[in-house]
């Protein structure tokens, strides 16, 4: 069984740089897609980005001028930076494995960690 | 973006109650559409993916139906355990997107 789990610092002061990182235990990082989603009780679900084992990436045009995600295959792990964060980047962030029949878009989610609350506050 | 639509926001139902949720994209996204169970202070769980295929171990209670732009999440028989939030997700077009949720209540 997949298992995937969120890692990084709950707090986080606005102006610096968000940085989680996820690792996948019961499965390899490869062929697969792996995203980034966070949540936040007045946005609802955003789909951040996501990377291929490869290492092709795909972000959030709303945010992608302020985020980065990498794959370590050989760690089995894929994390996010998010940079120049304020407030509004409050949420709890999940990572997600994405696997199945693709859309343009990405592909379906079958897997996700437990989420982990980062709060940006000085 | 797509906009997701979920219908309605919140309902209240009883066990052994047959549920439908329906979503509705802004415009077509042919059956790249998923479902998503959430408990509270728990992650997303995966139900649907491709409109209707059911998620490894997901009971046959869950189905789901449509295509293009209307679609629908049925529970056949309302347990205790399916009280919970319910999203759709488009990911057929560049963003993904989700709906806004379905509270289920007792």
């Known amino acids: 069984q997949v298992q995937l789990q969120e890692s990084g610092p709950g707090l986080v002061k606005p102006s610096e740089t968000l940085s989680l990182t996820c690792s996948v235990s019961?499965?390899?990082?490869?062929?697969?897609?792996w995203s980034w989603i966070r949540q936040t009780p007045g946005m609802g679900l955003e789909w951040i980005g996501n990377v291929y084992y490869s290492g092709r990436t795909k972000y959030n045009p709303s945010l992608r001028s302020r985020i980065t995600i990498s794959v370590d295959t050989s760690k089995n792990q894929f994390s996010l930076q998010m940079s120049s964060v304020t407030a509004a980047d409050t949420a709890v962030y999940y990572c997600?494995?994405?696997?199945?029949?693709?859309?343009?878009?990405?592909?379906?989610?079958?897997?996700w960690g437990q989420g982990t609350l980062v709060t940006v506050s000085s | 973006d797509i906009q997701m639509t979920q219908s309605p926001s919140s309902l209240s139902a009883s066990v052994g109650d047959r549920v439908t949720i329906t979503c509705r994209a802004s415009q077509g996204i042919s059956n790249h559409l998923a479902w998503f169970q959430q408990k509270p202070g728990k992650a997303p769980k995966s139900l649907i993916s491709a409109a209707f295929t059911l998620q490894s171990g997901v009971p046959s209670k869950f189905s789901g139906s449509g295509s293009g732009t209307d679609f629908t999440l049925t529970i056949s028989s309302l347990q205790p355990e399916d009280f919970a939030t319910y999203y759709c997700?488009?990911?057929?077009?560049?963003?993904?997107?989700f709906g806004g949720g379905t509270k289920v209540e007792i």
């Open positions: 997600a494995r994405e696997s199945g029949y693709c859309g343009d878009g990405s592909c379906p989610i079958d897997y």
């Open positions: 019961g499965g390899s990082t490869s062929p697969y897609y």
């Open positions: 997700q488009q990911y057929n077009s560049f963003p993904p997107t």
